[in-house]
Each structure stands twice: as structure tokens, then as C-alpha cells.
């Protein structure tokens, strides 16, 4: 009998694309990068993700709030060029994931050292 396919559920530490339509006010808004903070077992159950918004807004360099993360690949016509990547870490969100139609981003997973980073920035804001 032929092993059937896995399917993919968001994990911890991952970065996926996720749809923040609709929004209000000073959210993101469309389709972003989206760092995953929640375990793969509870995403699973629940069909949310918790996790915080990616972006690479330039004006971020001078947020306090945001942890730069590396160089994403941003092409323009026959051109790549690399920008830098922020995790927002004031904007914690739950979506669900599926409905939202969230899938896997290029960059994979965040490093352990970038992501206990963003776990601390988040802490000074939330207090766990």
C-alpha cells in the first residue's frame, strides 16, 4: 500500500505567507511573510497560527520593536536585489491559517539565535 502524502501544517519557527486581509487602522495588510510562534500541534488542532508579521519596510531599521532577520531576495524585472527582513514583534496576530490559504515561505525557518531574539523583544512588550 503506498505511504500517503503528508500534509503540511505550520510549525514553530517557521516562516509562511499569510493573507492579513481584512485590516484596519495601522495593520498589515495583504500578503506578508509571517513568523510562526505557535507549536505545529496547536495549529493543527485549532487551524490558527500565532506568530508576527514579517516586512521590508526600510523605515523599520529604527524601530525598537522589530528584530532585523537577514536578506530576502526581492526580484524586479530581470533583476534580483536583496532587502532586509523585520519580525514586528508589536504586532503578535492569530489567523487561521487555512482559511487564509497559508503556505510555506522560501526562507523556511527562522535560526534558533534570531528566534530567541524575537522571543525576547516580544517578552519586553507582553511579559510573560
Known sequence: MP??????VPDRQDIIWI?????????MRDIHPFLVLSPKIFNDRTSLVIGLPMTTAAYNADNPFAVAVGKTPK???????????YVLCHQPKSFDWRVRGAK??????????LFVQVCERLNQIIQL
Open 3 to 8: 505511504k500517503a502524502a503528508s500534509v503540511w
Open 75 to 85: 526580484r524586479k524585472a530581470e533583476q534580483t536585489s536583496y532587502v532586509l527582513s
Open 104 to 113: 510555506p515561505h522560501p526562507l523556511g525557518k527562522l535560526g534558533d539565535s
Open 19 to 27: 493573507d492579513c486581509n481584512p485590516q484596519a487602522g495601522q495593520e
